[in-house]
Structures are given as structure tokens and as C-alpha cells.
């Protein structure tokens, strides 16, 4: 059974949720404060995070950004704000999904099951094929350290295939440019972010049957790039 941990300074909002995700099945653990939901999510094992932008003490964003460091859950972001910029900076952090209330609780157990079940699929093929990633028509080798596309091998640079690799291992999280270059290049190399940039074309330009409308690495204007499956 699937244990999810609510943060909500609404405690009615928070109740409603519990009760139709209890009815779906779910174990269920509401927190009121930030700090506290921060607490518990650092130190309990959720297979999900169900939350809110604007909390007590902690906000959202700050405790996205800490669980997203060391755990590798979906975490739906839920907010009355309906700004771009909060949504992106959300996804940016390394939320799996954006809310905007107000929303009906039968759209939140949904949303719930299908990021549960991707999250399940996903750890099941890493469990059991860790040096292989197949997504859609895209297979990439870690082992043989080889890549084809729709069954025809494409010829990678190391930093290209380091950089696919990373990024279709870590699908429908966002990451920034100095993300990426900070972990593929280290904080310590020469150069700038625009060499991630250049990588990013190459990488579209080799898998891509459109680079210019690409279906594998998507650009999330202002917060950076995403692989999409």
C-alpha cells in the first residue's frame, strides 16, 4: 500500500484529500507547517508528496528543492498562484506535477495513481536493467556505451552520451543549464553554459526525427530542459 504525505497549512483542504485518497487506498500523513512537513518527509519513507507552494515556516519551493536532493518520489506542487513563473520554477525544482486550486479531489486521485504507477515502472526497469534505458524508439547501451535510434546506431561523443544518459535517467525532471554543466563538466571546469546549450542541439540534431520540434528533450523556457518519455 502506497503511504503519501500531504503538506497543507488548510487543514479542511488537507482532510479532503486524506479522506478520497484513504478511499482509493492510500495510507495518508497530513502535515500543517513547513518545517515540520519538511521534517517528515526527510525522515519517512513516501512513496509520494502532495505539496502546497505557500506554507508556515518553510515554504514549497524550499522543501521541493530538499527532497528532490535526496529522494527520488513524485511530488505533485498544488497552489492557488497561477503565475508561469511559479509553475516553472515548481517543475525547475523537481516537481513532477503542478495543481492549481481550486481542483477537484477526484483530479488529485488521478493524478496520484498515474504518477505512482510511472514511478513504479520506472524503478522497476531501472531495478532490473540498470545499464539499458529504452524509451520509445531510443536505446541507449551504458555498458557497450552505444546509442540507436528507431534500431540504427548513432555515433555519440563521451560528453554527448554522458549527457543523454543523465538526462534520459532522470525523465520528466527539469534541470537548468548550470545544473547539467555543473554535473557532467564539475564546478571547476573551464568554460561557460553555453557549451550545454551546443550539447543539447547536437543531442537533437543526432536522436531527433524534428530538432526543431523535438519529442525527447524539451526546453522549459526560463528554467531549462527536460526529457520527456
Given at each position: 500500500?502506497?503511504?503519501?504525505l500531504i503538506?497543507?497549512?488548510?487543514?479542511?483542504?488537507?482532510?479532503?484529500?486524506?479522506?478520497?485518497?484513504?478511499?482509493?487506498?492510500?495510507?495518508?500523513d497530513i502535515?500543517?507547517?513547513?518545517?515540520?512537513?519538511?521534517?517528515?518527509?526527510?525522515?519517512?519513507?513516501?512513496?509520494?508528496?502532495?505539496?502546497?507552494?505557500?506554507?508556515?515556516?518553510v515554504d514549497?519551493?524550499?522543501?521541493?528543492?530538499?527532497?528532490?536532493?535526496?529522494?527520488?518520489?513524485?511530488?505533485?506542487?498544488?497552489?492557488?498562484?497561477?503565475?508561469?513563473?511559479?509553475?516553472?520554477?515548481?517543475?525547475?525544482?523537481?516537481?513532477?506535477?503542478?495543481?492549481?486550486?481550486?481542483?477537484?479531489?477526484?483530479?488529485?486521485?488521478?493524478?496520484?495513481?498515474?504518477?505512482?504507477?510511472?514511478?513504479?515502472?520506472?524503478?522497476?526497469?531501472?531495478?532490473?536493467?540498470?545499464?539499458?534505458?529504452?524509451?520509445?524508439?531510443?536505446?541507449?547501451?551504458?555498458?557497450?556505451?552505444?546509442?540507436?535510434?528507431?534500431?540504427?546506431?548513432?555515433?555519440?561523443?563521451?560528453?554527448?552520451?554522458?549527457?543523454?544518459?543523465?538526462?534520459?535517467?532522470?525523465?520528466?525532471?527539469?534541470?537548468?543549464?548550470?545544473?547539467?554543466?555543473?554535473?557532467?563538466?564539475?564546478?571547476?571546469?573551464?568554460?561557460?553554459?553555453?557549451?550545454?546549450?551546443?550539447?543539447?542541439?547536437?543531442?537533437?540534431?543526432?536522436?531527433?526525427?524534428?530538432?526543431?520540434?523535438?519529442?525527447?528533450?524539451?526546453?522549459?523556457?526560463?528554467?531549462?530542459?527536460?526529457?520527456?518519455?
Amino acid at each position: 500500500m502506497s503511504r503519501i504525505l500531504i503538506v497543507e497549512d488548510e487543514l479542511s483542504i488537507a482532510e479532503l484529500e486524506r479522506d478520497y485518497l484513504e478511499i482509493s487506498g492510500y495510507t495518508v500523513d497530513i502535515e500543517n507547517s513547513g518545517d515540520k512537513g519538511l521534517h517528515r518527509a526527510m525522515n519517512t519513507d513516501y512513496d509520494l508528496v502532495i505539496l502546497d507552494l505557500m506554507l508556515p515556516k518553510v515554504d514549497g519551493f524550499e522543501i521541493c528543492r530538499k527532497i528532490r536532493s535526496e529522494k527520488d518520489i513524485p511530488i505533485l506542487m498544488v497552489s492557488a498562484k497561477k503565475e508561469d513563473i511559479d509553475k516553472i520554477r515548481g517543475l525547475g525544482l523537481g516537481a513532477d506535477d503542478y495543481i492549481i486550486k481550486p481542483f477537484s479531489p477526484s483530479e488529485l486521485v488521478a493524478r496520484v495513481k498515474a504518477h505512482l504507477s510511472r514511478y513504479e515502472r520506472l524503478r522497476g526497469h531501472r531495478e532490473t536493467k540498470n545499464d539499458e534505458i529504452r524509451i520509445r524508439g531510443l536505446f541507449i547501451d551504458k555498458t557497450a556505451h552505444r546509442v540507436f535510434v528507431n534500431e540504427q546506431e548513432v555515433i555519440f561523443t563521451n560528453k554527448e552520451f554522458d549527457l543523454l544518459s543523465y538526462l534520459a535517467m532522470n525523465p520528466n525532471r527539469v534541470f537548468s543549464k548550470d545544473q547539467l554543466f555543473d554535473h557532467l563538466w564539475g564546478m571547476d571546469a573551464m568554460g561557460d553554459i553555453a557549451t550545454v546549450t551546443v550539447h543539447i542541439r547536437k543531442l537533437r540534431e543526432k536522436i531527433e526525427q524534428d530538432p526543431s520540434n523535438p519529442q525527447y528533450i524539451e526546453t522549459i523556457w526560463g528554467a531549462g530542459y527536460r526529457f520527456r518519455i
